[in-house]
């Protein structure tokens, strides 16, 4: 059952994944492969944990892993400097 749940989380990050990616490829950005393979299995965990501690339905565990995603992604571009800046003395 637990496996079920991580799957559709994994599909849930996937599709908010898939959405950020095609933002960044329009804005021509550079793109992180790392970033993306870890928010994925990030997602897969939100997602899994939320479906069996709430033993919720499937949609939701989708839901929970987009979120996941979604959030991960603004906390990073929170908290990462979008460039150094270096001072003299």
């Known amino acids: ?26 804005d021509g950005a550079l793109i992180n492969k790392g970033y993306f393979f870890i928010t994925l299995i990030i997602s897969g965990v939100i997602g899994g944990l939320l479906g ?7 949609r939701i565990t989708c839901l929970a892993g987009y979120v996941g995603t979604d959030i991960l992604e ?3 571009t929170g908290v990462m400097p ?8």
């Not at 989380?9 to 960044?24: S, T």
């Not at 069996?52 to 499937?58: E, G, R």
């Not at 979008?82 to 003395?89: A, D, G, R, V, Y």
């Open 74 to 76: 603004n906390v990073f």
């Open 52 to 58: 069996t501690v709430f033993n919720t339905d499937y």
């Open 1 to 26: 059952m637990l496996i079920e749940f991580i799957l559709v989380g994994v599909l849930g990050g996937l599709v908010r994944a898939l959405y950020g990616l095609l933002k960044a490829i329009n």
């Open 82 to 89: 979008k460039s150094i800046i270096l001072k003299k003395k």
